[in-house]
């Protein structure tokens, strides 16, 4: 069972949630795919790497609540994914912005509360649970309702580029 919270964030806005995660928790952001067993974990939070692929989806490692993030292999690519569903992390799918074609697609935060062991539900870790509680807040209390995409918020910086004509999009 699953929770996320939807959003507009242009570049300031998501770096104010992330200033405000790393202040409070041991973070780390996890870029995939990793080359090996291990998270692939980013030193910055740039939207580019050097061969300007983009990170538009991330994962939030919170280090204080969880120690392991499992990982899969995708043996045919030859590289390892985060198991998303097994292991304790929230995946960050970013923004993104295209001031070209004065677009601003949606991202969102999703947790998955639950992971299987055949068909039995495991729930995750009460104290992860509650981290990702912190987040909707922080996001809530912070960012704008949106008007015209029910249960969706607005950061501020995404406000002043609606006013500048870009247009939000959820795909």
Partial sequence: MGRQINFYMAPNDEKALLDYMLSKENIAIIGQPSPTNQPRILKDFNLTVSDETLWLTVYLWNRDTTQQVFMKAVKAQGYY???????????????????????????????????????????????????????????????????????????????????????????
């Fill in 81 to 171: 994914l985060v198991d998303f569903f097994k292991s304790e992390v929230v995946q960050w799918g970013r923004c993104y912005l295209d001031m070209e074609k004065k677009i601003l697609r949606r991202g969102r935060l999703w947790l998955e509360a639950y992971h299987f062991e055949g068909d039995q539900p495991i729930k995750k870790n009460e104290a992860f649970i509650r981290w990702f509680e912190r987040l909707q807040r922080w996001v809530r209390k912070n960012y704008t309702k949106s008007e015209e995409d029910p249960g969706c918020y607005v950061g501020r910086e995404a406000l002043l580029l609606k006013d500048y004509g870009v247009k939000f999009t959820s795909l």
